[in-house]
Nanobody
Framework: QVQLVESGGGLVQPGGSLRLSCASS????????MGWYRQAPGKQRDFVAT???????NYADSVKGRFTISRDNAKNTVYLQMNSLKPEDTAVYYC?????????WGQGTQVTVSS
């Protein structure tokens, strides 16, 4: 089993920045891809960014050039640096980790972009 705990969410003004963290614990040795997803009120959960164990990354078009995903394998932690935030980035952000045949989610952290 793997446990994921997100942190770093909060209220920020448009144009501001936030850095989310996701710390993993438990049986982390075989985690391959980690990623971030988000869910706005009344909407489905959407892909934001992923990073593979080797470091390759993928981003949703809506966040390319503004968000950066990174990973510290020694700390079993994945980060999401979010810059130039927009009101439409407001959502609960969830961390996800995959192992062969298994999928894990964190509890989510709220990000609100508002003036």
């Amino acid at each position: 089993q793997v446990q994921l705990v997100e942190s770093g969410g909060g209220l920020v003004q448009p144009g501001g920045s936030l850095r989310l963290s996701c710390a993993s614990s438990g049986s982390t040795f075989s985690i391959n891809t980690m990623g971030w997803y988000r869910q706005a009120p009344g909407k489905q959960r959407d892909f934001v960014a992923t990073i593979a164990s080797g470091g390759s990354t993928n981003y949703a078009d809506s966040v390319k050039g503004r968000f950066t995903i990174s990973r510290d394998n020694a700390k079993n932690t994945v980060y999401l640096q979010m810059n130039s935030l927009k009101p439409e980035d407001t959502a609960v952000y969830y961390c996800r980790a995959t192992q062969p045949g298994r999928l894990y989610w964190g509890q989510g952290t709220q990000v609100t972009v508002s003036s």
